[in-house]
């Protein structure tokens, strides 16, 4: 079970950081991701750290945030800097247990999902 927390609401140029907790099961055993959905869009990818540490980031996020794994809390953060109102959404994150590819950009390679948090920049 994936929680995500530390959403809110901040102003354009802000920042706020988010965290993914997992119950039940290991962080550094697979891949995380945070995806984001804003209204009347797709969910789309933000971040991802797979089981090595390795990274990735969606070009539009890219310099501005920052995934980030702390094995001994057994959490996943995502560090949002230079906050954009096009941020706005809703912020999830999930895991990837299979390690069948490094970097999993995709919604379907993830198989646990976390509730969502709500992040709102205001311009």
């Known amino acids: 079970q994936l929680q995500a927390f530390g959403g809110g609401l901040v102003q354009a140029g802000g920042s706020l950081r988010l965290s993914c907790v997992a119950s039940?099961?290991?962080?550094?055993?697979?891949?995380t991701g945070w995806f984001r959905q804003a209204p009347g869009k797709e969910r789309e990818f933000v971040a991802t750290?797979?089981?090595?540490?390795?990274?990735h980031y969606a070009d539009s996020v890219n310099g501005r945030f920052t995934i980030s794994r702390d094995n001994a809390k057994n959490t996943v953060n995502l560090q949002m800097n230079s906050l954009k109102p096009e941020d706005t959404a809703v912020y999830y994150c999930?895991?990837?247990?299979?390690?069948?590819?490094?970097?999993?950009?995709?919604?379907?390679?993830?198989?646990?999902w976390g509730q969502g948090t709500q992040v709102t920049v205001s311009s």
């Open positions: 999930a895991a990837d247990p299979d390690h069948l590819i490094t970097t999993a950009t995709h919604a379907l390679w993830y198989d646990y």
């Open positions: 039940g099961r290991t962080f550094s055993d697979f891949s």
């Open positions: 750290i797979n089981w090595t540490g390795g990274t």
